[in-house]
């Protein structure tokens, strides 16, 4: 014999179950129906019939549970209604903007003591003179990219289904479309700024993100987040480790072989000068060695450099920022002649140009002594970078 | 006699809000006036009547209280609001010309 009162919860559940409506709205929809069957089961009784029988009956007046959920919540869908889930979705999307960015900080900041701590340790798990890791500081934001429109995304998705009763199958897929296409526009096409391959990557994992976080939504009554996949977030805590143990080890200009040397480099610049300058010098003064390097040689005495020909500022493309310097080939990536203008000073001005994926370069000036051989005068100096590639990612992607 | 489940379903707002009237009622109550009214010839499916009763609530021809009973949990109360005064005039007109069109038509039928 079945109790009459779990044969009632079992059926309020079912109709809970499908429901989709605020908790306050759905607590009332519950009560109501729960007075109903107690009232007409009464009746029942009253009638003739036994407790159980009278329940089942007042069960089956009410008819199919989901029919009767789906019934009232249909019902009470208004287009108020309606804004009103859009409004909670702009507002729960921004919420969840906030709390991704918090996510992916505490994710980014507790890899960045595990960095710390390595470092601190000797432990270097980047080997700093390959070339590849500057990007480090910009790998930083793939987190970012992923959790924060992915948790705008869910909890949009949640919110919007709360709200308007709808079920969040019916929801995620449009808006996860929809908000990823609307993203990867503004991303792809009109978005212009300072880009590199890190950066491309970054830049196209945003509606990757937020279609990721509106399809990991589930049906709820409430919009919380459900649990992340881990490998996902393991992964993305271990790229965030390697990224800012680069960056920390590149801030920290740690030299792991306690080496500094400009031999080789200078060997394939041209060999050092002093013996050539004889008892002279020549005073170096900088415009910048940023994008565009400027150089002012000033020889002492005036005539130290007569009969040299050929003056040039060099700027030669080097392995890494940090570390020995290895200029790379034998020759220049860019040089400019260098004018001696009417105080006797010798200057020139050079740009290093654009680059796709960030280069480096040490610039150096050199000259041809009377003896026909090139000699290095000053530098090298920097690194400097190459001038950032700039535009939109559709360009970067289609540009050779 | 058992009617359409279709026709019945058209007018149950109108029955709600007939019941109702000047009074306040709850679900079951409704259900029970509607059944006693009509002899037990209209006897809504008691699953269709929240649907219908939300839905007039969220138009905003009825109003809803909870009050405490005496025999068991507590009961929403359902009200006519003056929208809902209007709207049960303009229904029962219009019923009454779908009434009376029907007539007129299977009246004709009779004849023949």
């Known amino acids: 014999m079945s109790d009459p009162r779990a044969d009632r919860d079992a059926y309020l559940d079912q109709v809970a179950g499908r429901l989709r409506l605020p908790d306050e709205e759905a607590t009332d929809v519950l009560d109501e129906l729960r007075s109903h069957l107690a009232e007409s089961a009464a009746g029942l009784i009253s009638e003739g019939l036994t407790p159980e029988q009278a329940q089942r009956e007042s069960i089956a007046r009410l008819g199919n549970p989901g029919d009767l959920a789906d019934g009232i919540r249909t019902a009470r869908q208004t287009r108020r209604r309606l804004l009103a889930a859009a409004g909670a979705g702009v507002i729960a999307a921004t919420s969840g903007l906030f709390w991704g960015w918090l996510f992916a900080a505490a994710l980014t ?38 959790f924060v429109p992915g948790y705008a995304a869910h909890r949009m998705v949640g919110a919007i289904s709360a709200r308007s009763g709808r079920p969040v199958t019916t929801i995620q897929r449009p808006l996860a479309l929809v908000g990823a296409g609307v993203l990867a526009i503004a991303f792809v096409f009109l978005v212009r700024s300072d880009l590199n391959p890190v950066k491309v990557f970054t830049a196209l994992l945003i509606p990757v993100g937020f279609a990721g976080g509106a399809m990991l939504a589930r049906d709820g009554s409430s919009a919380r987040l459900r649990r992340l996949p881990g490998r996902w977030v393991v992964a993305i805590f271990v790229i965030a480790t390697l990224a800012i143990t680069a960056f920390a080890a590149a801030t920290l200009e740690i030299n792991p072989t306690g080496e500094y040397t400009v031999d080789d480099g200078v060997a394939r610049i041209g060999a050092p000068a002093l013996e050539v300058l004889g008892d002279g010098w020549l005073e170096q003064s900088s415009t910048g060695l940023g994008f565009t390097s400027g150089v002012d040689l000033t020889p002492t005495p005036p005539n130290l450099l007569d009969g040299w020909r050929d003056l040039r500022l060099e700027a030669w493309p080097v392995v890494d920022r940090v570390g020995p310097i290895d200029v790379l080939g034998d020759e220049p990536a860019v040089a400019a002649p260098m004018a001696r203008d009417e105080f006797g000073s010798y200057a020139a001005e050079l740009d ?26 000053t530098g090298p100096d920097g690194p400097v970078p190459s001038r950032p590639w700039t535009g939109t990612v559709w360009e970067y992607l289609t540009t050779p | 006699m058992g009617l359409d489940t279709q026709l019945l379903k058209g007018t149950t707002p109108l029955l709600v809000l007939t019941v109702i009237g000047d009074g306040e009622l709850y679900g079951y109550e409704i259900a029970q006036r509607i059944r006693e009214s009509s002899g037990g010839a209209f006897a809504p499916s008691e699953g269709s009547l929240y649907p219908a009763l939300h839905r007039l609530e969220a138009d905003g021809a009825l109003t809803a209280v909870w009050r405490a009973s005496d025999r068991g949990p507590r009961r929403r109360y359902y009200r006519l609001t003056p929208k809902g005064h209007s709207l049960l005039v303009e229904n029962r007109d219009r019923f009454a010309a779908f009434i009376a069109g029907v007539r007129g038509v299977t009246a004709g039928l009779t004849d023949v």
């Open chain 1, 352 to 377: 290093v140009g654009t680059a796709k994926v960030q280069r480096w370069y040490v610039i150096a000036t050199t000259g041809i002594a009377p003896n026909g051989s090139r000699y290095l005068l």
């Open chain 1, 109 to 146: 900041t507790l890899a960045g003591v595990v960095a710390t701590i390595l470092i601190s340790l000797g432990l270097q798990i980047l080997q700093l003179s390959s070339p590849g890791w500057q990007p480090a500081t910009d790998l930083l934001s793939i987190p970012f990219a992923l």
